[in-house]
């Protein structure tokens, strides 16, 4: 009795023109192969599970349309998938924008309201400093008269003139100087 036959899953030689070529199947199935030492395997610390591409099987039933509905179906679900989610992405970031537009256009609003404010508050301090400059004029006018009135040669005059006179005199020294 010699060696058992191994299984398909344990060993599988394919005998190519001068060399020949050993795949085994690990535990997890995946394949190893001794000329494609870079595919990592399944039981590889690290790897989920490796990439492989389509078999030409499946590449020619695909060519012909006769790949089988579920792959269709998935392909198709992956592919609305990420157009949703691209979708959903692009949605996010134009709400994002027309919020930030939003804000941007009420801070702007802020700051002419605020302007205005200023202008109206610069324009009724101009009109109080006008207001007071001409006040400060006529008192001026006044307080010029008055001492003119005080500077007054009382001895030219009559005697109901310099009655008069004094009384003036009194009013604008308790104006002025008290």
Same mark, same amino acid.
């Given at each position: 009795?010699?060696?058992?036959? /191994? $299984?398909? !899953?344990?060993?599988?030689?394919?005998?190519?023109?001068? =060399?020949?070529?050993? %795949?085994?199947? $690990?535990?997890?199935?995946?394949?190893?192969?001794?000329?494609?030492?870079? %595919?990592?395997?399944?039981?590889?610390?690290?790897?989920?599970?490796?990439?492989?591409?389509?078999? +030409?099987?499946? +590449?020619?039933?695909?060519?012909?349309? !006769?790949?089988?509905? @579920?792959?269709?179906? @998935?392909?198709?679900?992956?592919?609305?998938?990420?157009?949703? +989610?691209?979708?959903?992405?692009?949605?996010?970031? !134009?709400?994002?924008? /027309?919020?930030? #537009?939003?804000?941007?256009? =009420?801070?702007?609003?802020?700051? &002419?309201?605020?302007?205005?404010?200023?202008?109206?508050?610069?324009?009724?301090? =101009?009109?109080?400093?006008? &207001?007071?400059?001409? #006040?400060?004029?006529?008192?001026?006018?006044?307080? #010029?008269?008055?001492?003119?009135?005080?500077?007054?040669?009382? @001895?030219?005059?009559? =005697?109901?003139?310099?009655?008069?006179?004094?009384?003036?005199?009194?009013?604008?020294?308790?104006?002025?100087?008290?």
């Amino acid at each position: 009795m010699g060696v058992p036959p /191994l $299984t398909h !899953k344990e060993l599988k030689c394919v005998v190519t023109v001068g =060399e020949v070529k050993e %795949t085994k199947v $690990t535990s997890g199935g995946a394949y190893s192969s001794s000329s494609d030492r870079e %595919t990592p395997l399944a039981d590889d610390a690290g790897v989920d599970s490796p990439v492989r591409p389509q078999g +030409s099987k499946k +590449s020619k039933r695909r060519e012909k349309g !006769k790949a089988p509905v @579920s792959e269709d179906l @998935s392909e198709v679900k992956s592919s609305v998938v990420k157009q949703l +989610s691209l979708m959903e992405e692009f949605k996010i970031v !134009k709400e994002k924008e /027309l919020l930030d #537009e939003r804000e941007h256009r =009420e801070k702007l609003i802020a700051i &002419r309201e605020k302007e205005l404010q200023i202008q109206q508050e610069l324009k009724d301090q =101009e009109l109080e400093t006008q &207001r007071l400059i001409k #006040e400060m004029e006529i008192k001026a006018k006044e307080r #010029e008269m008055d001492m003119k009135v005080l500077d007054a040669d009382p @001895s030219q005059m009559s =005697e109901s003139r310099r009655a008069r006179h004094e009384k003036a005199c009194e009013k604008i020294y308790a104006k002025w100087f008290t």
